[in-house]
């Protein structure tokens, strides 16, 4: 069964540490991956997405990720954490023939001032 | 901005009820799905729609249905709420039909508790 695991529940990071947070993902065919991310009392917005070419992806407010096929893995990487950062993160991905994401578990990041 | 709107915040209903969730999107989007959020869990997909009156069941169906009479709105009906369906509704839209590559745009959520 297709499926999202992120790996970290439960974050917490002074301000200016780096931040990984890990997503994994069983996908036969091609996948096509996307991180979103919901601030304290906001809507979930889109950090940034992966569909094919640089497996390398910058998003939104300095975030980026990184595709390696071979892991099935599509971590977040932010070098320097502010406290506007503290949110809950969510790996999702989605298979070619449909549109349904599927979601991680989801990653709450506190990061202390 | 394309904007996704849910009827109500919060919701307090008592075990047996009908409630229905009400979510309109502004876009023109083809696609509109229904999800539940729950602590630990992340978002699951309960039932999704492509197209006008044309609905498909996500990943957890069960106790739920959906409405889709008009391209802006899709409504998420619970027949008869359990206390086991308390949780935080999202609804979302994205463009494309069936476009997997499209980003989902969410609403603010209708949190939902079933005394």
């Known amino acids: 069964a297709q499926s999202v695991s992120q790996h970290n529940h439960h974050v917490i990071l002074s301000e200016a540490a780096s931040l990984e947070l890990g997503c994994n993902y069983s996908?036969?065919?091609?996948?096509?991956l996307f991180w979103y991310v919901q601030y304290p009392g906001q809507h979930l917005q889109l950090l940034l997405k992966?569909?094919?070419?640089?497996?390398l992806v910058k998003g939104i407010k300095g975030f980026e990720a990184e595709f390696i096929k071979s892991k099935f893995s599509f971590n977040l990487r932010k070098p320097s954490v502010q406290w506007s950062d503290t949110a809950e993160y969510f790996c999702?991905?989605?298979?070619?023939?449909?549109?349904?994401?599927?979601f991680g578990q989801g990653t709450t990041l506190q990061v202390k001032p | 901005d394309v904007k996704v709107t849910q009827s109500s915040r919060y919701l307090v209903k008592r075990t047996g009820e009908k409630v229905f969730l009400e979510c309109v999107q502004d876009?023109?989007?083809?696609?509109m799905f229904w999800y539940r959020q729950d602590p630990g869990l992340g978002l699951r997909l309960i039932y999704f729609s492509y197209d006008v009156k044309m609905k498909e069941k996500g990943d957890i169906p069960e106790g739920y249905s959906v409405s889709r009479e008009k391209k802006e709105r899709f409504s998420l009906i619970l027949e008869s709420a359990s206390t086991n369906q308390t949780s935080m509704y999202l609804c979302?839209?994205?463009?494309?039909?069936?476009?997997?590559?499209?980003?989902?745009?969410f609403g603010p959520g209708t949190r939902l508790t079933v005394l």
């Open positions: 876009m023109d989007h083809e696609n």
């Open positions: 996908y036969g065919g091609t996948v096509n």
């Open positions: 979302a839209s994205s463009f494309g039909s069936r476009a997997p590559r499209d980003e989902q745009f």
């Open positions: 992966y569909f094919s070419g640089d497996p």
């Open positions: 999702a991905a989605a298979s070619s023939n449909t549109g349904k994401l599927i």
